[in-house]
């Protein structure tokens, strides 16, 4: 039967309250999520029937009302007897020799598509794959940092890409922990949605101190401050001089640089997420996460929403 | 002076009327014949709507003709932006400064885009209220929603493209937004900034977006959406008085376009 614009009939289901139970299924699900497996189980068991349930009603609306004869199978096996002679075949006698040409067109049709458009994608999509990395970074002698107060120091992260890897960090010497210096060194992207956090308080009681290479681009700037904490201009996400959120829409500590001191030089490495730190200065104990974008949980129920961490290697 | 009624004068004037006619119609007969484009147009602006529709409905028009000027304003501007996070604040700068009329370009891009937006639901909203989205007509609605998801993503990109302060970090927070997604959030974080981290990539990756594949998809989805247009026509308001559930009349075939001058004679099906 063609309906055309000149076929009245309106095909729709009749009212039908199925989606109602299908949508509570649905909401207790994402509850349970946060609350327990027993709310996810309950909630997908409720989902899970009510959307069968109006399947089954839809697809009985569709066949039955109409009293139209069935849609002929589009496809009909090849070896298949023709059908019965009563109803007008739609299409012309389809030959064998016709079918396979059919199939030969649209599979080397579809090889052909396959082959361009594969490689194309992986290349869009690789560049979600790789992963955070880290290069080294030397930020100079030991004497740079006195302790107990913050070096706020800018740096190139990876000199190859330029400009645009451009970062900054809050770095605080501890004073000695055993025989090692220990260092705090707080990364200054925000751990709501990632701005630039801002230290609170005076910032140059001194004048930074600017190194420069050879072809006077500025390799890394030091400049002293004595911040009470810090705060982000953005969304007014607040943390406190561990880096431990005090107020406002972080979700977890400011992020950590992983470093070493080499030759008497302080290197910087690989950030990492921490949830919450306990104490201050080198008495501090920080349970380390893999590095998360800004805004995931690393801790708690909410962490397992996100369990890919942005450095995957 | 000559009787208006003579019929000399009548036949002289048909004559040289006949004439102008056919160097006007000509071309349009020509194309018609190899094209149906002609016929094609008229039909496509010279369709039935309900007798009771209004300035509402002019809505989508009007976002069309906004989304057209972003599109031709977009072009323009494409021919002096410089997608490179060294040189695209400054090339911005001189367009605005230096490029005759490109302040008055950039400001039709950048307000424009505004509009395009707020017309959308201006649209959306008569679409809603009218009940226009209801059997058959559901699928436009579906498609103008995906409409309103790439308008808005148009957006998202363009605002990138100054690479000033405001652009930056307002693009670090989205891009943030998008990587808290549950499970792929991360992914699909790194896969919007073209790599690990927000550099000279995601630059280039949101200018091909903003001018390749997001207007292409509303091109073709603006097509689509016409075509449905076309083939289910325009719903009366609610209040209107022509009852939409009146019996179908079958209307008589509508002469073809040009009929009498260019149609073809009936083929007749050969006889065994």
């Not at chain 1, 309250?17 to 068991?45: N, R």
């Not at chain 2, 002019?58 to 977009?74: K, M, P």
Request: aromatic share 10%.
């Amino acid at each position: 039967m063609e309906s055309g614009p000149g076929d009245e009939k309106t095909h729709l289901p009749s009212p039908t309250l199925w989606p109602i139970g299908f949508a509570i299924g649905l909401a207790a699900l994402l509850v349970g999520l946060i609350v327990s497996w027993v709310v996810v189980a309950i909630g997908a068991a409720i989902a899970v029937v009510f959307g069968l349930l109006w399947v089954i009603d839809l697809s009985h609306a569709h066949g039955g009302a109409e009293g139209e004869p069935p849609p002929v199978a589009e496809a009909a096996p090849a070896g298949a007897p023709p059908e019965a002679p009563a109803e007008p075949a739609a299409e012309p006698e389809r030959f064998p020799r016709n079918r396979f040409l059919e199939g030969t067109t649209l599979g080397l049709g579809a090889l052909i598509g396959g082959l361009i458009m594969v490689p194309s994608l992986g290349l869009v999509a690789a560049s979600g794959i790789e992963g955070q990395t880290f290069k080294d970074v030397d930020l100079g002698p030991l004497s740079n940092f006195p302790e107990g107060q913050f070096i706020i120091t800018t740096f190139v992260e990876d000199p190859a890409a330029g400009e645009v890897s451009r970062r900054t960090a809050y770095i605080r010497y501890n004073g000695l922990l055993g025989e090692l210096p220990s260092f705090t060194i707080l990364s200054n992207r925000c751990a709501h949605l990632g701005c630039p956090v801002q230290p609170n308080g005076p910032v140059a009681s001194k004048p930074s101190e600017v190194v420069v290479d050879k072809q006077g681009n500025v390799v890394r700037k030091l400049t002293p401050a004595k911040p009470a904490g810090f705060g982000c201009p953005c969304h007014g996400g607040q943390y406190d001089t561990e880096g431990n959120r005090i107020a406002g829409p972080p979700v977890r500590a400011l992020d950590r640089y992983e470093y070493s001191i080499v030759h008497g030089r302080l290197v910087l490495g690989s950030a990492y997420s921490v949830a919450k730190v306990k104490d201050t200065g080198k008495d501090a104990k920080i349970k380390k996460e893999l590095l998360h974008n800004p805004g995931q949980h690393v801790e708690g129920p909410e962490a397992w929403l996100w369990p890919i961490p942005e450095i995957r290697t | 002076m000559a009787d208006p009624g003579d019929p000399d004068l009548m036949a002289a004037k048909s004559a040289r009327r006949k004439q102008v006619e056919g160097m006007v119609l000509y071309p349009l007969d020509w194309l018609e014949e190899r094209s149906g484009l002609v016929g094609g147009i008229k039909y496509f602006l010279f369709r039935k709507v309900p007798g009771d529709t209004g300035w509402a409905h002019t809505l989508g028009s009007a976002t069309l003709t906004a989304f057209i000027v972003q599109a031709i304003t977009g072009v323009i501007l494409a021919m002096f932006y410089k997608p490179s996070p060294d040189e695209a604040y400054a090339s911005i700068q001189h367009i605005t400064n230096d490029v005759t009329f490109g302040w008055l370009v950039r400001g039709m891009h950048r307000w424009g885009a505004s509009v395009f937006i707020i017309l959308l639901f201006f649209h959306m909203a008569r679409v809603f209220l009218y009940g226009a989205y209801k059997y058959p007509r559901e699928l436009n609605w579906i498609i103008g929603v995906f409409l309103l998801i790439l308008g808005m993503f148009e957006g998202f990109t363009g605002y990138l493209l100054p690479y000033d302060q405001t652009a930056y970090w307002a693009t670090v927070v989205g891009m943030n937004i998008t990587a808290n997604g549950p499970f792929v959030g991360t992914l699909m974080g790194q896969f919007l900034q073209g790599g690990p981290a927000i550099g000279s990539d995601t630059l280039a990756r949101f200018y091909s977006l903003h001018m390749l594949v997001a207007p292409g998809l509303i091109f073709a989805l603006i097509g689509l959406h016409l075509y449905l247009v076309i083939r289910l026509g325009v719903s009366s308001p609610p209040w209107s008085k022509e009852a939409a559930g009146d019996e179908y009349i079958e209307r008589e075939e509508p002469p073809p376009a040009r009929a009498g001058l260019v149609s073809p004679a009936t083929r007749q099906r050969p006889q065994p």
